[in-house]
């Protein structure tokens, strides 16, 4: 079973930066698309940003041109680099990927991991 597990939460006062990243460990052959999402308190779930295999990238309208998503296939590993925080940026942020098991599959899992807060305050 893969998981994932996100670190680089904290606070941090407004116009400032952070850095998650998440690493997945476990049994897998490959991972396709991984994202960023966020969940801020009475709000659903959003996507913040996408990357997949390739590098190809995408973001959500209220973080482009701050946020940054990159990763390390090697490593099983994707980072998203945060400037200019908001306090709307305020939220947990969870770590997505697209996990193929084997070689072979058609499919992928859909895996979470558990989220790291990040607070946006002064």
């Not at 606070?11 to 991984?34: E, K, Y």
């Not at 959003?46 to 482009?64: E, P």
Request: hydrophobic share 35%.
């Amino acid at each position: 079973q893969v998981q994932l597990v996100e670190s680089g939460g904290g606070l941090v006062q407004p116009g400032g930066s952070l850095r998650l990243s998440c690493v997945a460990s476990g049994s897998m052959f490959s991972i396709d698309t991984m994202a960023w999402y966020r969940q801020a308190p009475g709000k659903q779930r959003d996507l913040v940003a996408v990357i997949t295999r390739d590098g190809k990238t995408n973001y959500a309208s209220s973080v482009k041109g701050r946020f940054t998503i990159s990763r390390d296939n090697a490593k099983n590993t994707v980072s998203l680099q945060m400037n200019s925080l908001k306090p709307g940026d305020t939220a947990v942020y969870y770590c997505n990927a697209g996990i193929r098991s084997t070689a072979t599959v058609s499919y992928v899992i859909n895996t979470w991991g558990k989220g790291t807060l990040v607070t946006v305050s002064s």
